[in-house]
């Protein structure tokens, strides 16, 4: 597999493999903290929960917008200086949000969250082909996504446990701190990583005609999506339909988040081998959870043991996509990762923002049927004629 043009190599070198990893971790977790805090904002912002949803909606939104952005503007700057430039960035926007006390105000935070989710993403994307041999390329993006991973599945049990504990605005803060000590790890662990040949507009419109990459954007759309519609409002889910008691949703939400770690892995290892059969596999998951939690999501028992499947389910889905779009387009991985950074996130900010209209206007199961239709376009989309080939 290349790398992108004109990157010089560091090969090697895994203690930067697992900084960058902490990395993603670290804005990602940033980015879905506050779905185990939603009802808690809410409260104190004194908004309704469907309107407290926009601060996830908002920062994935513009991530969308700034992964290409960070991308073409970073030109050939050291991806080592960007990286720890958007981390501090990222400190900053912690320590606003725990400061906020109003809803305008915590959504100016979150936005600054969307410019550090948008560049830290796409530019670790492709850094696993600069750090590692080409054969142990697999293993290195399944670290550095299963940060990602970690994040999306760990980041809402952790906040849940902090608000539950010390309250909401906590939370926050101790996200400023880890954010700071990696911001630490960074500068003493990763190597300086130059770019000899910066990407330009025209080059994102040139994949654009990439049947397989355009394939990619459209299923991580669906799926991406289909799970944020469901899993934004999670936390009401389990206490409203579940019958969980506030005290312990950190901790199922806890053992989902290791489900998905779990998960991480071995999708990104069958990825690596078979993309397609490996997706199709995930977006069945992906629609049958819906349905099991409409059918037997009534108990805690039930609820939990779905949620657990839940984890397993979604855990790999990024670090899969991912390797979609470097099969996609292996000469040009790192605006291949920029387009996808922005179509997941487009996905994560619509699904946030329709599952709360539905929540808003129907009842709080309504967001679930949507889930499951679009995992099931999803898997459609996988079984259509043309699709990537068995050798990806």
Not at 153 to 175: E, K, N, Y
Not at 273 to 282: E, H, I, K
Request: proline letters at 4%; glycine letters at 10%.
């Amino acid at each position: 597999m290349s790398t992108f043009s004109g990157a010089t190599q560091v090969r090697g070198l895994w203690t930067p493999v697992l900084a960058v990893g902490l990395a993603t971790f670290s804005v990602v977790t940033t980015e879905m903290l506050p779905v185990g805090l939603l009802t808690s904002i809410a409260a104190t912002l004194s908004v309704t929960t469907g309107s407290a949803g926009l601060v996830i909606s908002l920062p994935a939104l513009l991530a969308a917008l700034f992964a290409p952005f960070v991308v073409i503007a970073s030109g050939g700057i050291d991806r080592r200086l960007i990286l720890c430039g958007l981390l501090v960035l990222l400190i900053v926007a912690n320590l606003a949000s725990a400061l906020a006390s109003s809803l305008a105000m915590m959504l100016m935070a979150r936005a600054l969250v969307g410019l550090c989710m948008g560049g830290i993403w796409a530019i670790a994307g492709g850094l696993a082909a600069r750090l590692v041999p080409e054969k142990s390329v697999g293993l290195a993006t399944s670290i550095i996504f299963g940060g990602v991973a970690a994040a999306s599945v760990l980041g809402v049990p952790l906040g849940a446990f902090i608000s539950d504990a010390i309250g909401w605005r906590w939370a926050f803060g101790c996200m400023a701190l880890f954010s700071t000590l990696v911001l630490a790890l960074h500068l003493a662990v990763i190597p300086p990583l130059p770019v000899a040949i910066s990407a330009k507009v025209c080059q994102f419109i040139a994949q654009l005609t990439n049947r397989t990459l355009v394939a990619g954007l459209l299923l991580t759309l669906l799926l991406v999506t289909s799970h944020f519609a469901a899993f934004t409002f999670v936390r009401p889910l389990l206490i409203s339909v579940s019958g969980f008691h506030t005290q312990w949703i950190w901790a199922i939400l806890f053992a989902y988040g290791i489900a998905g770690i779990i998960g991480n892995f071995p999708v990104g290892i069958g990825a690596a081998r078979n993309t397609t059969r490996t997706l199709m596999m995930v977006a069945t998951a992906l629609a049958v959870t819906p349905l099991l939690f409409l059918s037997a999501g009534q108990t805690v028992m039930g609820g939990g043991a779905i949620l657990i499947f839940w984890g397993l389910a979604y855990g790999g889905l990024s670090v899969g996509l991912m390797t979609w779009m470097m099969k996609a387009a292996p000469d040009a991985v790192e605006i291949a990762a920029a387009l996808y950074v922005g179509i997941f996130n487009i996905g994560i900010a619509t699904g946030a923002w329709v599952g709360g209209e539905l929540v808003d206007a129907l009842t709080l199961t309504a967001p679930l049927w949507l889930a499951c239709a679009l995992a099931i376009a999803a898997l459609l989309l996988t079984m259509m004629p043309g699709r990537i080939s068995a050798r990806r």
